[in-house]
């Protein structure tokens, strides 16, 4: 080393700087080699994954890694606050990966995960800052890519087991659909008392339907279906489709027409956007368009039009694949458009409690009452003279006192509503509208 450093001292081109400048280019050659080499490693060893913020398995993915420990130990939190059915919360803690690189191992394979978050780009409906998850593993061909279609299969899984038994709300948000709240809790569909067999024929024909695309496409008919039910409030049309959700493991997405900001396009995407397996719901849709001849005048501004409406649920830019259930309090008021068949195919009249009904829920809340007592019930509430609501309301009163109920029945119960049921009968074949009619 000494006879290097001295032959080095005593040469005149390397003192004056040509061997220090020889060095720095030999150094400088040598990282962009090493950079070469690791961007053909990374082109030809490694497969990556990217997931964006934006994506719907976004959240997933982000569970899925911290499960168990699999990502790492240094996480960031979300605190969660659920109500439970007796009033009182419980608060949950969900941990995700920091932003940053981590390292797990997989069924024995090696992965590197790298979680990013842009500072200075955020979403512009959300105020949310751009997100994206980078996932690396080794891998030479296409081939090796399916790791990834395991990776986010058993990702999907764990939210759906997660889900399982709740039923999830979605609103429109901008130009996308958001969860509203936490997932709620199913409910069965037969703790909805509907009259007669009118719950059951609703699910027959949503079930014939959802197994019949084949069926439409072969036939040339848009796959989609509407249905409406009407009646006073608080009779069980809003419970019951919540409970049809949860029959069918649908979501929901309410779309509120009276938002300020929707307008005839947000409405059309909206629909077009819808997420899968969901019901679309319109409720009180009387209430969007008292006087759909005022609202046709407002067509040259940037609101939601009533003909606007009927497009986008039976037009040319209209969407299929599509579950939409509309409610009203008044069915008068509906314009024939609106109901008129393609875009309202099923009417039913979901209206105050009858004997049969009263008697149901009586023994829902008392099993084990007496059929005499049920009876003495079942005729004092029964044809129409109340909403099952109502009904609920004193039934909640007296919960474990059946028998005392039924004696203070006068006092117990409000004076009676009795109301005409609407012409329309309950599953009818609407005729095509008038000419000039939309």
């Known amino acids: 080393m000494e006879v290097v450093q001295s032959l080095l001292d005593s040469n005149p081109y390397f003192s004056a700087g040509a061997g220090l400048a020889g060095i720095g280019v030999a150094l400088t050659m040598l990282r962009r080699g090493l950079n070469v080499a690791t961007l053909v490693a990374q082109r030809k060893l490694l497969v990556t994954l990217e997931v964006t913020s934006k994506d719907k398995a976004y959240p997933w993915v982000l569970a899925w890694l911290n499960a168990e420990g699999r990502a790492t130990q240094h996480v960031s939190v979300e605190t969660i606050i659920r109500q439970k059915t007796n009033g009182s919360t419980s608060t949950e803690y969900l941990y995700q990966p920091r ?18 978050r842009e ?58 659909w958001r969860p509203f709240g936490h997932p709620r809790r199913k409910r069965p569909l037969d703790s909805v008392i509907l009259d007669t067999d009118k719950g059951e024929s609703l699910v027959g024909d949503v079930t014939e339907f959802l197994q019949s695309s084949q069926w439409y496409i072969e036939r040339g008919i848009p796959y989609r279906r509407g249905y409406l039910l009407h009646g006073p409030p608080g009779c069980g049309k809003s419970s019951f489709i919540t409970a049809l959700a949860g029959e069918l493991d649908y979501g929901i997405c309410i779309l509120n027409l009276n938002d300020r900001g929707m307008t005839d396009d947000r409405l059309a995407y909206a629909l077009s956007e819808v997420p899968q397996q969901c019901i679309v719901l319109l409720e009180d849709i009387d209430a969007a368009f008292p006087d759909p001849t005022a609202s046709r005048r407002m067509e040259t501004d940037s609101y939601l039009t009533f003909s606007g409406l009927l497009n986008t649920l039976d037009g040319v830019a209209s969407s299929e694949d599509r579950l939409l259930f509309m409610t009203t309090n008044h069915l008068d008021r509906l314009d024939p458009a609106l109901i008129r068949p393609g875009r309202v195919d099923y009417i039913e009249y979901i209206g105050h409690a009858t004997t049969p009904q009263a008697r149901k829920l009586f023994t829902t809340f008392y099993p084990e009452a007496s059929t005499a007592v049920a009876d003495a019930w079942a005729d004092a509430t029964g044809e129409g003279r109340y909403s099952v609501a109502t009904l609920q309301g004193v039934l909640m009163r007296y919960k474990d006192e059946p028998t005392r109920l039924v004696s203070e029945l006068e006092s117990a119960l409000p004076p009676p509503q009795v109301l005409a049921v609407p012409a329309l009968p309950s599953m009818q074949s609407l005729t095509e509208p008038a000419p000039g009619e939309l």
């Open 99 to 116: 932003p940053g690189r981590h390292f797990f191992f997989h069924e024995g394979r090696p992965f590197m995960v790298e979680r990013t």
């Open 119 to 176: 500072k200075q780009m955020i979403d512009m409906t959300s105020g949310a800052p751009w997100e994206t998850v980078t996932i690396t593993t080794p891998g030479m061909s296409q081939q090796d890519m399916s790791v990834f279609n395991d990776f986010l299969r058993n990702a999907q899984s764990l939210a759906s087991k997660r889900d399982d038994d709740k039923t999830i709300i979605y609103t429109a948000w901008g130009t996308e």
